[in-house]
């Protein structure tokens, strides 16, 4: 299944998340044969980032997929850029910072098309909000990205909707999406208004640790357990669903139309989330799950 983020640009409902590659300790081979089964249960959309594994996993990621080149076509790549680490692969910078001039903008997109080992990435986002941030400079460096064909599209990351709406200002091209952290656990972007505004310039929103980093299957805290408790009484109601199925579906139902981004590297967890989209809750459900989270009832 997939979505329009823009006339010209479809992308998967589901997008694989690379954040934790490394942690997979797959050699090339087991990388690929992954990346391939994914796309073949129809999650074709991969999410990286410069920073992710310390640098590293755009590299692993390139690597593994020249084994089989002619993937590249079937695929869409997004990936991010404007943090600097202060890590030992950096050991004169102080602190952690974020950086959206022109120059590093266009730098770290050409650095990641190179580990990416391909001649344009699909999405190119903004990482985070900055509290120094010029968007003539982004522009600058959207406008050559774009004109020189090395990034097709651009969005943002973790941006609040005056923020998107600054940018948007400055720039020629469409924001296609913003990738925020929205779950069942996590109910910020209800709450200051983000998917309302995302839902009136029709962007659909990507949605970062869908599944709560895991609170929701083993949770530590009383807001997990409560919002756990519910989600099991609706599985056993549903036919003995696996809660990650619907937690998924909560996200895919809702009007702003959520894409959530998995983090796993196992194939079962990709064709249980593929599967997600053929559950079907009733509103009163969809409530259900947010009342739980919001720990009180609506007004």
């Not at 996993?57 to 997004?78: N, T």
């Not at 090395?150 to 200002?169: A, D, R, T």
């Not at 036919?239 to 996200?251: A, P, R, V």
């Amino acid at each position: 299944m997939k979505i329009n983020l823009q006339e010209n640009l479809e992308i998967s409902r589901l997008v694989l998340g690379l954040w934790r590659l490394l942690d997979w300790n797959m050699t090339d081979q087991e990388l690929h044969s992954f990346i391939k089964e994914c796309m073949e249960n129809g999650v074709t959309t991969l999410d990286h980032a410069d920073i992710y594994g310390n640098h590293e996993c755009e590299s692993a990621f390139g690597k593994a997929m020249q084994l089989e080149p002619s993937l590249r076509d079937q695929m869409q790549l997004i990936t991010k850029c404007g943090i600097k680490l202060n890590t030992n692969k950096f050991p004169d910078r102080k602190v952690k910072y974020y950086d959206y001039s022109a120059s590093y903008i266009v730098q770290q997109a050409e650095e990641s098309l190179k580990n990416l080992q391909t001649d344009r990435l699909d999405v190119l986002l903004l990482h985070r909000p900055s509290p120094f941030f010029n968007p003539e400079e982004v522009a600058s460096a959207f406008d050559h990205l774009k004109t020189s064909g090395k990034v097709l599209h651009f969005g943002v990351s973790n941006f609040l909707p005056e923020q998107l709406q600054s940018l948007q200002n400055h720039l020629d091209v469409p924001l296609v999406t913003n990738q925020i952290e929205i779950s069942p656990y996590c109910l910020e972007h209800f709450e200051n208004q983000n998917l309302d505004y995302l839902i009136s310039k029709k962007i659909p929103p990507m949605a970062w640790s869908p599944l709560a980093g895991g609170e929701l299957f083993d949770p530590k805290t009383t807001k997990g357990k409560r919002v756990q408790k519910v989600l099991e009484n609706m599985a056993s109601k549903l036919g003995n669903l696996s809660l990650d199925k619907i937690i998924l579906q909560w996200l895919l139902m809702h009007p702003s139309r959520i894409i959530p981004v998995l983090g796993t590297g196992k194939i079962d967890r990709i064709k249980s989330a593929v599967d997600a989209m053929q559950v079907k809750l009733t509103l009163e459900q969809w409530f259900e799950i947010y009342i739980a989270a919001a720990g009180k009832e609506l007004p």
